[in-house]
């Protein structure tokens, strides 16, 4: 168990719809990251959120968007949902920016 | 650009084999880190090693080594004696941008 807790595990929605990712990061750690691994895409950095502000920007498109609120979970929103956004999204936290970063069991995300 | 190259799509041994893992980065950075990470059937991602740039030596950790050699770019990870538990996808990471390799499959078989 890394510490790092993920909700929901499993997520099943319809095209066009919004969701919501939240993640709660081990205890002490000030850095959140969000990936997506899909089987096309292989594991994809999305954005990087250190104490409440966002660090680092990677492969996230304008549809999602992400925040780190005060008590340091975030959140990943996903917006007008396609097909090709059925992926498993992953959550790690780390101490400081580049760190070792652990990994929550992710969210799994099936657009119908 | 940062670019991570892990060449093997799929290696299969038989246990107790010893296997390596390739892993060829690019990056314009003088100070960077690299990972291992490894992603068993059950989907979790365990952190196995970070090494930074300024650091050469080679790690060993059990049955598990690294090879950092700076002059080709590459990290290259050991698993000596392999098991049926070292089933999984390896994969290597850049830190700077966090750009993962595609993964290794490793398969050992009993």
């Known amino acids: 168990d890394s510490g790092v807790t993920q909700t929901p595990k499993h997520l099943i929605t319809a095209t066009g719809q919004r969701v919501t990712l939240r993640c709660s990061p081990r205890s002490g750690d000030l850095s959140v990251y969000w990936y997506q691994q899909s089987l096309d895409q292989g594991l994809q950095f999305l954005i990087q959120y250190y104490n409440g502000e966002e660090r680092a920007k990677g492969n996230i498109l304008e549809r999602f968007s992400a925040q780190q609120f005060p008590d340091l979970h975030s959140e990943l929103n996903l917006s007008s949902l396609e097909l090709g956004d059925s992926a498993l999204y992953f959550c790690?936290?780390?101490?400081?920016?580049?760190?070792?970063?652990?990994f929550g069991p992710g969210t799994r995300l099936t657009v119908l | 650009a940062q670019k991570v190259t892990q060449a093997q799509t799929e290696i299969s041994v038989v246990e107790k084999e010893d296997v390596t893992l390739d892993c060829v980065y690019e990056?314009?950075?003088?100070?960077?880190?690299l990972f291992w990470y490894k992603q068993p059937p059950s989907g979790e991602l365990v952190f196995l090693i970070r090494r930074n740039s300024f650091d050469e030596q080679n790690e060993i950790s059990g049955r598990y080594s690294w090879n950092f050699q700076k002059s080709t770019s590459s990290f290259n990870f050991t698993i000596t004696a392999s098991q049926v538990v070292d089933s999984a996808v390896y994969f290597c990471a850049l830190g700077n941008d966090m750009r993962f390799g595609a993964g290794t499959r490793l398969t050992v078989k009993p």
């Open positions: 790690a936290s780390s101490v400081v920016g580049r760190g070792e970063q652990f």
């Open positions: 990056t314009r950075d003088t100070t960077y880190y």
